[in-house]
């Protein structure tokens, strides 16, 4: 299970290069450099917060993981 830290850590990563694509594809649309920064900045602000919660409550779920065994040493 990831720590409530290592979520974090994960989620300013993604969202930075995920700004970074929000801000270009924007600007490539528009031609407006502050438009595109404006929606970049927004859309980082709030898709951070859904993606720890995301994660947080993934953490919670079991679907999917497997159980480890112990390993005992000889």
């Known amino acids: 299970m990831d720590t409530p830290r290592r979520s974090i850590a994960k989620a300013l990563s993604w969202r930075l290069l995920a700004t970074l694509i929000t801000t270009c594809i924007v600007y490539l649309l528009t031609g407006k450099g502050e438009f595109a ?9 709030i898709k951070f917060f859904v993606y720890i919660t995301h994660e947080r409550v ?6 999917g993981r ?9």
């Open 66 to 74: 497997q159980k480890s065994e112990p390993e005992y040493i000889i």
């Open 37 to 45: 920064a404006t929606v970049g900045l927004v859309d980082t602000l």
């Open 58 to 63: 993934w953490n919670r779920i079991s679907y």
